[in-house]
């Protein structure tokens, strides 16, 4: 194109310029990069410019709100149900304190274990009646494939399911099913949580629970009955096992 006021076309840019221009952009890019964006962001400082801009600061407020937070107003034994471990770093140099990695409860934990037969074609539900942020530790065993959902039944249902036989799904296995299961669960919400199995099998099959957890009673409905159970205090068990003390393999 012709430059109306001189009427002199300039000329393309040349190659070895387009190339200065594109290294000089990325050269500035890279420094702030690393001076700027690293340190405000994500808390990484590798040539302290972000500690002495103080930009580090930005980058532990952002990581210190967690980024899953409840509305809802806790009741009263309740807990948060969101762990989001952050890592703080010591003023001082020292050990980094490792904030949001547990959540405390009010009460000890409870224990238990039984054993389940279940005849062909027989289902059944075992549930703990758990607060909000309550932690369970189970494993369960079958001898022959179980088909099986673990589920919720939140005390206070959303709105418009109040009268219904409303649930939230955790996992579910209605084709194949499992023998064994293990796993920890944090209640999302205060009511009963736990399976539902169904024997397919064209024998019996006993089935082993073991749980230890801040459940207050556990529910069972088997053959159309809904019942209470007892739940055991780890101070109910006569005395711990010796185990020796031996080098382990």
């Known amino acids: 194109m012709i430059d109306q006021e001189t009427g002199v076309t300039p000329e393309p840019p040349s190659k070895k310029s387009l190339a200065k221009a594109t290294a000089g952009a990325l050269l500035v890019a890279a420094v702030l990069l690393v001076t700027v ?12 410019t972000g500690k002495a801009l103080r930009l580090t600061d930005l980058a532990k407020a952002d990581l210190a709100t967690p980024t899953v937070k409840s509305t809802e107003s806790l009741k009263s034994g309740e807990a948060e149900p969101t762990i989001v471990p952050v890592l703080e770093q010591a003023p001082d140099g020292g050990a ?5 990695a547990f959540i405390g409860q009010p009460k000890r934990y409870k224990i238990d274990s039984r054993e389940i037969t279940l005849a062909p074609g ?11 942020g309550a932690g369970l530790i189970y494993s369960w065993i079958a001898s022959e494939k179980l088909l099986f959902e ?18 939230e799904s955790y996992e579910i296995d209605n084709q194949v ?8 669960f944090v209640a999302p919400s205060t009511g009963v949580h736990g399976w539902f ?12 629970l073991v749980s230890a957890g801040f459940y207050d009673w556990i529910f069972q409905n088997r053959d159309e009955k809904q019942s209470a159970l007892k739940t055991m205090d780890p101070d109910s068990i006569p005395a ?3 185990i020796p003390d031996e080098p382990a393999k």
């Open 177 to 184: 099913g499992k023998d064994q299961a293990h796993g920890t």
């Open 37 to 48: 964006i690293l340190p405000a962001e994500y808390g990484i400082d590798p040539l302290g």
């Open 122 to 132: 027989e289902g059944m539900e075992i549930k703990y009646n758990m607060k909000k």
């Open 197 to 208: 199995w169904e024997n397919k099998n064209p024998d019996k099959v006993t089935l082993k």
């Open 240 to 242: 711990h096992p010796r």
């Open 150 to 167: 673990f589920h919720g039944e939140p005390n206070v249902k959303p709105a418009g399911k109040e009268r219904t036989d409303y649930y």
């Open 96 to 100: 980094p304190t490792m904030k949001g």
